[in-house]
């Protein structure tokens, strides 16, 4: 038996204000996104900006469904709207905004393990990692230079 030991790294912004100006350019088009989600059951809305290669910004939101699990996150809608209406075009980061009509959201939320899943195939893929920024409402922000940072042990094609 062998124990190995998996690090990862971020940096973490006091808010919005601290991060490029591209960087928040990118996650004010987050927030824009999620303020369109379609959150009627769970009340927590989130937006998804991804930025690609070829500079398109791509948004996504959350969208429910009163049949669960039917919905489906703002980061996969994203990454699928991206993959469908720009084939082949690399991704170079994504921003993720998160909000509640219940409560304030005031933490930073990262992408769900389905979402980190499907994310990573597309970072796998592209042989190039891409950043991930994401925040609540209000506050604080992530930023990893990679998805997989954020996904250790991730499974991919090759398990296949």
């Known amino acids: 038996m062998k124990k190995i030991e998996i690090t990862s790294s971020a940096t ?5 204000s601290e991060l490029s100006s591209k960087d ?3 996650m004010e088009k987050s927030i824009e996104a999620r303020k369109t989600a379609y959150a009627p059951y769970s009340k ?3 937006g998804a900006a991804l930025l690609l290669e070829n500079n398109e910004i791509v948004l996504g939101n959350n969208q429910e469904s009163a049949a669960y699990p039917s919905g489906m996150c703002a ?5 699928w709207k991206a993959s469908s209406s720009f084939p082949g075009i690399k991704i170079k980061k994504l921003a993720i905004s998160a ?7 005031n933490k930073p939320i990262g992408p769900c393990g389905a979402c980190r899943q499907t994310l990573s195939e597309y970072e796998i893929n592209q042989k190039q990692p891409f950043e991930v920024l994401f925040m609540g409402e209000v506050g604080e922000v992530v930023k990893t230079e990679s998805l997989l940072s954020l996904l250790p042990f991730s499974f991919d094609s090759s398990y296949l």
């Open 75 to 79: 980061e996969r809608v994203a990454i």
């Open 99 to 105: 909000s509640s009509t219940i409560t304030n959201v």
């Open 24 to 26: 928040k350019m990118l």
């Open 44 to 46: 927590f809305s989130v």
């Open 12 to 16: 973490i912004f006091k808010d919005i």
